[in-house]
Structure formats: structure tokens, C-alpha cells
């Protein structure tokens, strides 16, 4: 058995998430503790009860995330849960994965992709983006269609979820006409995706720009755990690596076929999604099913990592 950790990015929030991990586990009671210290207000409160609203705030959705990943990550530590060979994160998740790795101090990450939501926010007004997933539509088939779409604006691939499912994002006439393109060149479907900004292409080049000095400024020690990053889909273990990697994936795609297939290359057999919802055990099924991908954001999922365990022989 030989397990990667994964870590979710934005979408998987929900209110209500990490309220039963903090409820019966004394230490995810801390972390989010933690987390409300860090950033000056109770991101608990938002994580635990919401409103949905407010948690969808980008701002807002990035930080929440990390904490709940983290305090998942703590409790599953105290439960003596299998160490990972690898860890990786989608988009945000990274910060997570280099917590996860003792390469970001938590306070740190979340103080980061607090500001990360602010400056991904403020890169394009409102109404000016938008992003779409395209469902069966191969990555080659799909560049034709973007670069016909663009038409002197910008429509990239964002995020390489699963040999089914690629999300672009861009300027909001290029991505509608990408979509009508994508469907009339035999894409299964195509979903508007209901964000507030469009992630990782170049229109988010001036907040890459304002989270430079930030990420300057943090310390990042080297990982104790190798990393897939976002931005290239390669292992890395120096801190240089791991901030130059948060400050690529920012207008980049996210290339995460590509991430889960390395692991599985150097001989991953099982995935742990750590914390809120389950979406990276879908996409990691879709890549390769010969991996086990196992979850953990309420108590109740360890059952499955202790029955997982003992038929592997752990």
C-alpha cells in the first residue's frame, strides 16, 4: 500500500464542513482555533454553519478550505494513519499539500490564499470572465476549438481534470463561444461553471503579479514528503520549487491527469482525499482505475481507511 494524500481546491466547500471533525476530535477543535487566530476573524463559524453566500466568496472559500484540510490532516495523523509516499493538491489544495509536507507553516497558507482570493477577485470585474467544463472532448480537439473561439480575446484550458472533463476559463464572449464551438465539434457537453473569476489562464496574469511579493516574504522550507505541483505536473521537494510553483499555477493550467498518472508511475496504488467532499476521488477513478481512492473529511470515512488497511496487509 503505498498512498498519496490529495487536496481539494475550490468547489468542494460546503457549509457545515470540518464541523463533525471538530466536534468529536480535540485537535481539529484546535486547528480551526488555529485559523481563526491567524486570519482575525471566526472562518470556524463559516466553515461550520455558512451562510453559503459568504462561503463562496473566493476570499473566503480558499482559506476555509486549507483549514479544513488541515485540521483533516491532524486527525488523521492522531489516528496513526498511513504516512504518503506523495502529496499533491488541485489549484488552492497545493497550499494544503505543502502544509501537509512541513514546507508552509498553516498560518502561513492561510494568511496566503486568503490574499490569493483577494487578488484573484480583484484581476477581473465582475462579469468580464467566465469558465466552463467541456465533458468528452479530447485535449487536442479542444485546443482547435480555443484558439477558433478566442477571436483577440482569451480562452485557455484551465484545468485538466480527467481524460472527460476539461474547465477553460477566459473572457466571458470567448469562453460562450467556445462552448457553442465545443458542441458542434462533438463535445458530450458543456456546463457554465457559477464562479467568480476565470482561474488559471492569463487573465489572472495581475494577480499573479500582486501574490509575488507575498509569497516572497513567507518562508518555505524544503518538503519532507514529495510534491506533484499544479503548474508543471512535477515531483518536487525544495521550497525555492514549492513557492515558484504557487506563483505559476496562478494564470497556468492546473495539469491534473497528468499529476495523478506520475503518481501512479512511481508506484501509488492508493489516493486519500483530505478533506472537504469527495470531487478528487471522482476525477481520480476517471484517470486510472486501478488506483484506490480513499477520502477523509468526516469520522465516519476512517472505517473505510482501517478497512482498506487490513486487506492490504498494513
Same mark, same amino acid.
Given at each position: ?29 484546535? &486547528? ?18 455558512? %451562510?453559503? =453566500? ?6 473566503? &472559500? ?41 514546507? #508552509? ?6 494568511? #496566503? ?11 477581473? %470585474? ?71 473569476? %476565470? ?52 494564470? *497556468? ?5 497528468? &499529476? ?32 484506490? %481512492?480513499? *477520502? ?17 496487509? =498494513?
Amino acid at each position: 500500500m503505498k498512498i498519496a494524500y490529495l487536496f481539494p481546491g475550490q468547489g468542494s466547500q460546503f457549509a457545515g464542513m470540518g464541523k463533525m471533525l471538530a466536534d468529536e476530535f480535540p485537535v481539529a477543535r484546535e &486547528t480551526f482555533r488555529e485559523a481563526d487566530e491567524a486570519l482575525g476573524f471566526a472562518l470556524s463559524t463559516l466553515c461550520f454553519e455558512g %451562510p453559503e =453566500e459568504d462561503l463562496k466568496l473566493t476570499e473566503n &472559500t480558499q482559506p476555509a478550505l486549507v483549514a479544513t484540510s488541515v485540521a483533516a490532516l491532524r486527525v488523521l495523523r492522531s489516528l496513526g494513519a498511513p504516512e504518503p509516499a506523495f502529496v499533491a493538491g488541485h489549484s488552492l489544495g497545493e497550499y494544503s499539500a505543502l502544509v501537509a509536507a512541513g514546507s #508552509l507553516d498553516f498560518a502561513d497558507a492561510l494568511r #496566503l490564499v486568503r490574499k490569493r482570493g483577494q487578488y484573484m477577485q480583484a484581476a477581473v %470585474p465582475p462579469g468580464v470572465g467566465a469558465m466552463a467544463a467541456i465533458l468528452k472532448m479530447s485535449a487536442e480537439a479542444l485546443a482547435g476549438v480555443l484558439a477558433e473561439a478566442a477571436q483577440d480575446e482569451v480562452v485557455t484550458a484551465a484545468n485538466f481534470n480527467s481524460p472527460d472533463q476539461i474547465v477553460i476559463a477566459g473572457n466571458k464572449g470567448a469562453v460562450e463561444r467556445a462552448m457553442e464551438l465545443a458542441k458542434a465539434a462533438g463535445a458530450k457537453r458543456c456546463v457554465p461553471l457559477p464562479v467568480s473569476a %476565470p482561474f488559471h489562464c492569463p487573465l489572472m496574469k495581475p494577480a499573479q503579479v500582486m501574490l509575488k511579493a507575498d509569497l516572497d516574504s513567507t518562508t518555505f522550507h524544503g518538503l519532507s514528503v514529495p510534491l506533484v505541483n499544479n503548474w508543471q505536473a512535477r515531483v518536487i521537494q525544495s521550497g525555492a520549487d514549492a513557492r515558484e510553483g504557487l506563483y505559476e499555477q496562478v494564470p *497556468n493550467s492546473v495539469r491534473w491527469v497528468e &499529476t495523478v498518472q506520475l503518481l501512479a508511475s512511481h508506484g501509488v496504488t492508493h489516493t486519500l482525499e483530505v478533506g472537504a467532499g469527495k470531487v478528487l476521488c471522482g476525477l481520480v477513478k476517471q484517470i486510472d482505475n486501478t488506483l484506490v %481512492p480513499l *477520502n477523509f473529511g468526516l469520522p465516519a470515512d476512517w472505517v473505510q481507511i482501517e478497512a482498506t488497511r487490513t486487506i492490504e496487509g =498494513e
